[in-house]
């Protein structure tokens, strides 16, 4: 806008001429001066176009910011899920699979248990620490997608 409002001095024009006249041996010279009017020139033809480009501008940058805005929102809100869904499962399985291996382990100890059915009992608590640590690292990858966002704004 600011390229736009400067004054401009539209130039001055000067001529000079020179041929044969209609006579014998005649020739005819001859000179100008032009002036534009006014002789100050505000550029207003370039305002109207330059409150458009910058009305253009605002309008793509309010749009990236929103999509950015969104993005993050959607993001932070799967990091937030992944990381409860990840600690109600440590909550829901830590007692229950402690609880399992001590029965297995006192079921062992007594002779009431076959070995498989110990290996069983510990396949089953190492599967729900397994499920615990998925559920961990999806939780912190989701973070870190978070930050990713934030710090580097990427669209996709």
Known sequence: MKVARREVFPGIGVRVAAGFGQGPGQIDVGGGVSIPLPILSRGQGFIDRARAEVRAADSAARTMVLAAEQRLQATHAVARERHEVSLRHVEMSRGAADALQLQAQAGYQNGRLSAFELVDASLSVRDMRLRDLQLAVAARLAELEVR?????????
């Open 148 to 156: 990713r966002v934030v710090e580097v704004g990427e669209f996709d």
